[in-house]
């Protein structure tokens, strides 16, 4: 039976991390794309075709041959760790007609003269564990007429912060780990199950916000949340004999 392509390019990442294949930083001003060169060759690997990635293209690389997507995100380790910055795109699990995963890979905080470094862990996980909600189309707005002369324009050009599964889950540390919806099955015999993880949706949505430029005040607006306790779960997943004996579970409290 063959296996899936996220398994492969999951395995695959294991396996580098394992027997440390390292990132190499092409220069000392390279903040954003060595992880993402990294995981790159993980893929290429694996032989399977993508489109070229780009600046400005989401998810970072979009498979041709089958219907999945891969995010990138890189984490300095110690760092910054438990949240990451998504630019003008809120992570979903669904996109142009593909699943997306997102791949976390930290690594030590560069030193000077040191160019090349190991993955100290990572975790491939569906985009719907970080959010489940895919309807949500991002767009910047602006507007003209701000200021004395009445010609500045304002750009509303939204950030969003979100959790990193190092936050979310409890027993990732130091390891790989790989996780998907319920309702993926696995066909590699080589991923072990190690937890279940349920994230409940909240009773109430944020659906507008005002900001006062007077005041500097942000004002946000909620709505009933249509989906409020559906339970979203999740199982996680390890290499055999990479870790299986350390259980992985939802984190305590709400970020």
């Given at each position: 039976m063959s296996v899936s392509a996220v398994e492969q390019v999951f395995l695959e990442c294991?396996?580098?991390?394992?027997?440390?294949?390292?990132?190499?930083?092409v220069s000392a001003s390279d903040k954003e794309y060595h992880f993402q060169n990294w995981v790159q060759a993980r893929i290429e690997a694996c032989r399977l075709s993508y489109d070229d990635p780009g600046r400005n293209t989401y998810p970072d690389f979009r498979l041709i041959h089958h219907p999945e997507g891969y995010e990138v995100k890189g984490l300095e380790f110690p760092g910054r760790e438990a949240d990451y910055d998504s630019?003008?795109?809120?992570p979903t699990g669904n996109h142009g007609g593909r699943e997306v995963f997102y791949v976390f890979g930290r690594y030590p905080k560069a030193e000077r003269g040191v160019d090349e470094y190991?993955?100290?862990?990572?975790?491939?996980c569906h985009g719907s564990f970080l959010?489940?909600?895919?309807?949500?189309?991002?767009k910047n707005k602006s507007f003209r007429g701000f200021g004395s002369y009445g010609d500045i324009l304002v750009r509303d050009r939204k950030m969003y912060v979100v959790p990193t599964p190092f936050a979310l889950a409890s027993g990732t540390a130091g390891l790989a780990t790989l996780i998907v919806p319920t309702e993926f099955e696995p066909q590699s015999d080589t991923l072990v199950q190690v937890g279940e993880l349920?994230?409940?949706?909240?009773?109430?949505?944020?659906?507008?916000?005002?900001?006062?430029?007077q005041t500097n005040e942000m004002v946000t607006h909620k709505a009933p949340n249509l989906n409020a306790g559906k339970v979203h779960s999740f199982r996680a997943y390890r290499s055999r004999g990479a870790g299986d004996s350390k259980p992985v579970s939802l984190a305590g409290g709400r970020l």
């Open positions: 294991e396996r580098a991390r394992a027997d440390g294949d390292l990132i190499q930083r630019n003008s795109q809120v190991p993955v100290v862990d990572l975790v491939v959010n489940a909600d895919s309807e949500y189309v991002h349920d994230r409940t949706e909240v009773d109430e949505v944020i659906v507008s916000y005002e900001f006062n430029l």
